[in-house]
């Protein structure tokens, strides 16, 4: 299994940013995949999670508005769009799947496979 987190990069804040996560191995609507991210000093932190393409969707408070998760069956990969970026959205993004009963999906602990991260930066 292989996940391949891409687009990340340098952004001005109020720009918009997607990232993606392509899926090899597994098939996403079969699995639950979601999006953390990390600051330097910082722990993970659970950003969005889609369900089986789409049958449960998670968005953290600190986000929800401006990020949106999608799933693209089609191409086995997972979006984050990414809206309205500010500053302290500054991380590394990664990706990650697991089979995950829906109360879990913001654990990161219960994830079993996971990408190599992809870098966003926004500047103010």
């Known amino acids: 299994v292989q996940l391949q987190a891409c687009g990340g990069g340098l952004v001005q804040a109020g720009d918009s940013l997607r990232i993606s996560c392509a899926a090899s191995?597994?098939?996403?609507?079969?699995?639950?995949v979601g999006w953390f991210r990390q600051r330097p000093g910082e722990e993970r932190e659970f950003v969005a999670a889609i369900r089986w393409g789409g049958n449960a969707i998670y968005t953290s408070d600190s986000v929800k508005g401006r990020f949106a998760i999608s799933s693209d069956n089609a191409k086995n990969t997972v979006n984050l769009q990414m809206n309205s970026l500010r500053p302290e959205d500054t991380a590394v993004y990664y990706c990650?799947?697991?089979?995950?009963?829906?109360?879990?999906?913001?654990?990161?602990?219960?994830?079993?496979?996971w990408g190599q991260g992809t870098q966003v930066t926004v500047s103010s």
């Open positions: 191995g597994l098939t996403v609507r079969a699995y639950t």
């Open positions: 990650a799947a697991g089979r995950l009963i829906v109360s879990s999906m913001k654990n990161d602990q219960h994830y079993d496979y």
